[in-house]
């Protein structure tokens, strides 16, 4: 999971703008006006990527803006999103996990009140940035 930046189309629609991300097949977004539009595009490319990233496939590498073939009224704009962060706001499941220290560690861990899931959590938080 990774800090992402993509070019995003952005078209003037009669109320609002429609969004297209030309380098991710069928990710595509609309808002009321141009702030909800940029709004909703961090949030679909957020998904778009996070669920690529979930699923192993190769993301693809973003376009130059200059690159972009544009048609009337349209500009482009990049966009940035945050999958790791995305993750901690819609993926809050909680998975039991097994795991093993040395009996030592576990009772020293017990008398200072150390709550594990937290400290567990917190490492791998840490070690996945």
Known sequence: MAKYVY????????K????FFPDLEGCYTCGDNLSD????????LAFYLYDEEIKGNEIPVPSEAEN???EGKEFVNYIVCDTIEYARMHNNR????TLTI???LNEAAIRAG???SQVLQEALIEKVK
């Open 7 to 14: 070019p995003a189309v952005f078209t003037p629609e009669e």
């Open 37 to 44: 539009a940029i709004l909703m595009a961090e949030d679909i």
């Open 16 to 19: 609002g703008y429609s969004v």
């Open 68 to 70: 972009i073939r544009l």
């Open 94 to 97: 909680a998975v039991k996990k």
């Open 102 to 104: 040395p009996e030592w």
């Open 114 to 116: 150390v709550n594990f």
